[in-house]
């Protein structure tokens, strides 16, 4: 009761402290509290004291009751310290901290742009965390949490960043704001929380990781499952998710069951093949499994399958997803009795079918990059056979192992008519393979160097009228040919919006500098007066580079007579670029030296 009035009166007392003492006199709360005091006296004379005093301030004038609310506060003050305890049940002990301590070397201000990258949202953080990381500012205590929170963060590639280079450049020292922050029915920013502390902990009781998968969310499940492959002795647990429902989870289980080298684990992979619905599923695991006997047992189950496709006319769907999944996984494997049966897969009637023509291009890519040379050998046999359905690939392997003439003499007869199924797979092979010849100076003569071909098949493209891979195929010389055919093209064009005389203009330049000048000029003018055109690219930005010094009187007129802004500056600049060649070394200004692409 006492302790209740003295908590009382030293409310009062502060308040009439802050409000001056002026407003002691006759102050009614004061007074109240006076009798409640006098009664105590008799338990704690000291109380009397202050029963006094109160009624000295309150009956005080303006100019008494300074010093009488000070003595009042002064005793009121001492009997309350009376009151306190310093002391605390129990054995003392040194608290440790959950939450590890740490430097705090960077300034705030440098600090700030950090910590509003890792927790806020916005464009440009993801370069601003690289340039921290760099910079070592992740040392610093101060941006562990929200490291820990960026693992959050909605834009995926920032996320997983802070998950694979950030939070183990910090260190286990995160690894306990990890845990206080995570939460097992959470999303997918826990299941990075927990693989992350794993990362950082390393392998060791595996409990946590147990009750994920049990207890946990999906995303942690996944996690957990993902993690569990560490851990052999956690076979059984593994096994168990890989019959889930959820596919994700079953994934993740056949991923982990992959890195534990042990019957059980290949029975189940090979269980997963075999069956239409996990047979995708199985495909990655099969290529990092440890187990050393598992290719020779997919092999034979390869066999059967081959076997099966002679049942019927039209092989089932199940069929084909199982063979497809087989041949998946076998395209990591070099070895000479994998190359066999793909070759075998590739020669069989049954098997060489419309409804399995995915699964024939990718057995020909995997033979393909084998290198084997005798492998590269049956892939070129094959563009002759099965209605030239793998002529593409036949062709590539034909590049990496015949010379140039031989493959112009072997493939070049398929193009005599364009409008074939042969042909037209033909030229789209060609086109893929030759983007490099689209250019101009060293980096044509390096994609030319790396891939010769035959000079028979410019003539041949110019006949074909394939416009796009004549302007690959000219030489870096004159061609009356070829020079007739591109001015054609770009006369066809005139200045009408929507056509790119770039190629064309690149291949001019390629042969001679000196006429594709005045034809690249004649093309500006053209447009430029005619008002067609918005911009000019990047391929044309390039060749004006190529133009001579003599050129800059008629680029700075085009320029003033352009209609558009973007036009005209970028003229004045070309016309800069070629002015200044006259000032380079004695030459230049006649070679048209540009950049190269």
């Not at 070895?335 to 060489?352: A, G, N, R, T, Y």
Request: with cysteine; hydrophobic share 40%.
């Amino acid at each position: 009761m006492s302790l209740q009035v003295l908590t009382e009166l030293h409310e009062e007392v502060r308040r009439l402290f802050i409000a001056g003492s002026g407003m002691a006199a006759g102050d009614l709360r004061l007074r109240a509290l006076q009798p409640k005091l006098e009664k105590l006296a008799d338990a704690a004379p000291v109380l009397g004291r202050l029963a006094e005093g109160v009624r000295a301030l309150v009956d005080s004038d303006a100019e008494g009751s300074p010093g009488r609310l000070l003595e009042l506060g002064t005793l009121l003050h001492a009997v309350l310290y009376t009151q306190g305890r310093t002391g605390a049940p129990g054995e003392l002990r040194e608290a440790v901290a959950d939450i590890p301590t740490g430097t705090t070397h960077v300034p705030y201000r440098k600090l700030k742009p950090l910590i509003d990258a890792l927790t806020e949202r916005g464009p440009g953080r993801l370069e601003l965390i690289r340039s921290a990381l760099e910079e070592g500012l992740f040392e610093d205590i101060r941006s562990h949490r929200p490291a820990v929170i960026a693992l959050e963060d909605s834009y995926t590639e920032t996320a997983e960043f802070v998950q694979e280079q950030v939070l183990p450049a910090i260190g286990a020292r995160v690894v306990p704001l990890l845990l206080r922050e995570l939460n097992l029915q959470g999303g997918k920013a826990d299941g990075r929380r927990l693989l992350a502390i794993h990362r950082l902990r390393g392998p060791g009781d595996p409990s946590l990781y147990l009750t994920a998968l049990a207890e946990g969310a999906a995303e942690l499940q996944i996690a957990a499952a993902s993690i569990l492959g560490d851990y052999e002795d956690q076979e059984a647990a593994l096994l168990e998710a890989s019959r889930s429902r959820r596919k994700e989870l079953r994934e993740a289980a056949l991923l982990a069951l992959a890195r534990i080298p042990s019957t059980k684990a290949a029975d189940r992979l090979m269980e997963c093949l075999a069956s239409e619905k996990d047979a995708p599923l199985a495909v990655e695991p099969f290529r990092l499994s440890r187990d050393p006997d598992i290719m020779a047992r997919v092999l034979a189950h390869a066999e059967s399958l081959l076997a099966e496709f002679g049942g019927a006319d039209k092989p089932e769907a199940g069929l084909i997803t199982r063979m497809a999944a087989v041949v998946s996984s076998l395209g990591t494997k070099r070895e000479k009795e994998v190359l066999s049966f793909l070759q075998k897969l590739l020669e069989s009637p049954h098997f060489m079918k419309r409804e399995t023509e995915e699964i024939q291009e990718e057995a020909a890519a995997h033979l393909l990059e084998s290198g084997d040379p005798q492998a590269l050998g049956f892939v070129e046999s094959l563009h002759d056979k099965w209605n030239h359905g793998l002529i593409s690939f036949a062709l590539r392997a034909a590049l990496r192992r015949l010379p140039p003439e031989a493959v112009y003499e072997r493939y070049a007869p398929y193009l005599q008519e364009k409008n074939t199924a042969a042909a037209k797979e033909l030229l789209q092979t060609i086109r893929r393979l030759t983007t490099g010849l689209s250019r101009i100076g060293d980096g044509y003569r390096e994609a030319r160097a790396s891939q010769p071909w035959d000079e028979r098949w410019l003539p041949l493209f110019i006949r074909l009228d394939e416009e796009e891979l004549v302007c690959r195929f000219v030489p870096e010389a004159p061609d009356r040919e070829a020079t007739d055919y591109l001015l054609a093209k770009l006369e066809s064009q005139g200045g009408r919006r929507g056509n790119n005389p770039a190629p064309l203009l690149t291949a001019l330049f390629r042969m001679d500098k000196a006429p594709a000048s005045e034809q690249l000029l004649h093309v500006i003018e053209q447009r430029t007066l005619a008002g067609s055109w918005w911009y000019i690219d990047y391929d044309l930005q390039r060749l004006l580079q190529e133009l001579p010094a003599s050129s800059s009187g008629r680029l700075e007129k085009l320029a003033a007579q352009a209609k558009n802004e973007g036009i005209r500056r970028a003229l004045e600049e070309a016309a800069l670029y070629a002015r200044n060649k006259e000032h380079g070394p004695k030459g230049e200004a006649d070679k048209g030296e540009g950049i190269e692409s």
